[in-house]
């Protein structure tokens, strides 16, 4: 028996009325997280850009709320960020 809630080619999936974490809310707290452990181990968005393989104009984006990151995209900045935590110790 198909869900209901499949999605046939070419739709979107609809936020339910109630959702507790609107995205762009997610996005801006995701952003402050980002720029915060990047300032408290001394890297420069430049050098988080090219740690992490992604372009400065990215990660600014990011910091900001404004770039809908994927999950690969915000594990190389999490392992970038570890890198020079762990190389600052």
């Known amino acids: 028996m198909r869900s209901r809630m ?3 080619p070419g739709r979107r999936a ?3 009325e109630n959702d507790p974490y ?5 996005l801006g707290l995701l952003g402050d997280r980002v720029r915060e452990m990047r300032h408290l181990c001394g ?8 740690q992490s393989g992604i372009s400065e104009r990215y990660v600014a984006q990011i ?3 404004k770039g ?7 594990l190389r900045i999490a392992y970038a960020i570890r890198a020079a ?5």
Do not use: T
């Open 43 to 50: 890297m420069s968005r430049k050098e988080l850009a090219r």
């Open 68 to 74: 809908n990151v994927s999950i690969v995209l915000l």
């Open 22 to 26: 609107p995205a762009s809310e997610f």
């Open 6 to 8: 499949s999605l046939r």
């Open 63 to 65: 910091e900001a709320g």
């Open 85 to 89: 935590r762990d190389s600052a110790a």
């Open 14 to 16: 609809r936020r339910p």
